[in-house]
């Protein structure tokens, strides 16, 4: 039996050093200004001490809070215990119902608001972070009245979110406005998507390196060749073998291959308004093959680069998972925290 373990912030009941600093003018001399027994919010403890401090430089007084405890009510402790139960999927009043059978009474409004600032300190932590490698895809989402497209960003290295966007991924132009300065803050080289059309225009406009994952390619491509079996000419069968084998083994430089089976079958001969022939049809997966080769490859140059997009998938299936039981985000930035802090890692 393993047993897993939830470690929360640790709660002082008092000081156990002297404030460094002023908060106001940054001076470092105070004398000890009295002191007060603070009612707190919390599951173990009940009072800290809290003293007051006054600078002798600006001569302002301020407070010097324990570890684990700040202005709030509540400790940082069940803060963040408050959040977790919610992470596990329990509703914000639920979360007050479960606290209060511990003698700690929290109203759900201040467990919505404590997981709304746990969201922006995410987002805060993820600022700047140096990501090269982020994987992508989109998703629906229930608010305001209807579902809504959120484009999701996930660090491949961690699986963690990066960046949520009120973005529609079928519209490569709003990509491409959001992906941008995300580039810039984080210094993307590579993306790993499915093999929607609009990440590669995106990919090619921002000069990014692109992995389409594989098993959306092998999907797609098995099932063609699968079509295609019944219905092209016999004496051209021998394609279809090639091309399996290649999506098989992914040879990096296949794209000339593809591109001299292409040539080798007759042009097109139905007319705009006719529908293609089998012969046609084979023809144009050689081409888009032969086009997006290097985006199938792109991981046998890139070591740490994954040739799947699981990563995001499964941050995706947590956020709907939680979304789940949800009745539908009021606006996109309740949306964005929620969805952010359930794909986030605990703690
Ligand atoms: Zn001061």
Avoid at 154 to 176: C, F, H, K, R, S
Avoid at 185 to 207: N, P, R
Wanted: proline share 5%; hydrophobic share 40%; net charge positive.
């Amino acid at each position: 039996m393993s047993i897993v373990v939830l470690k929360l912030p640790v709660v002082k009941r008092k000081t156990e050093d002297r404030p460094r600093q002023c908060p106001y003018c940054a001076g470092e001399t105070f004398q000890r200004w009295g002191g007060v027994k603070k009612p707190v919010k919390d599951v173990r403890v009940r009072n800290v001490k809290v003293y007051r401090y006054r600078c002798c430089g600006c001569k302002r007084t301020f407070r010097h809070y324990p570890e684990g405890n700040t202005k709030a009510d509540q400790t940082e402790r069940l803060r963040v215990f408050g959040v977790v139960l919610w992470r596990l999927g329990l509703s914000h009043r639920a979360t007050s119902l479960v606290l209060s059978g511990l003698n700690v009474q929290v109203s759900h409004m201040t467990i919505w608001r404590d997981g709304q600032a746990e969201a922006q300190r995410i987002q805060k932590r993820n600022q700047w972070r140096p990501v090269r490698m982020v994987g992508m895809d989109g998703a629906y989402v229930l608010g305001w009245g209807e579902k809504q497209p959120v484009l999701v960003a996930v660090d491949v290295g961690t699986g963690e979110p990066l960046a949520l966007g009120y973005v529609n991924e079928y519209d490569p132009q709003a990509i491409q406005r959001w992906l941008a300065p995300l580039v810039q803050q984080h210094g993307i080289t590579v993306i790993v998507t499915d093999d929607l059309s609009s990440y590669k225009i995106v990919a090619k406009k921002l000069q990014l390196g692109h992995q389409v994952c594989q098993f959306h390619v092998r999907r797609w491509v098995g099932k063609t060749l699968q079509e295609l079996h019944n219905t092209v000419p016999k004496e051209w069968l021998w394609i279809l073998d090639d091309v399996h084998q290649l999506i098989d083994l992914l040879p990096p430089d296949s794209s000339k291959a593809l591109y001299a089976l292409w040539k080798q079958l007759p042009g097109r001969r139905s007319s705009r308004s006719q529908s293609r022939s089998a012969l046609e049809l084979l023809r144009d997966l050689l081409l888009r093959l032969s086009q997006d080769w290097h985006t199938y490859c792109a991981f046998q140059s890139e070591p740490q680069l994954p040739w799947t997009n699981n990563a995001i998938e499964r941050a995706i299936g947590k956020m709907k998972m939680r979304a789940r039981t949800i009745r539908g985000y009021k606006s996109w930035s309740g949306m964005q925290a929620g969805l952010l802090l359930a794909a986030s890692r605990m703690l």
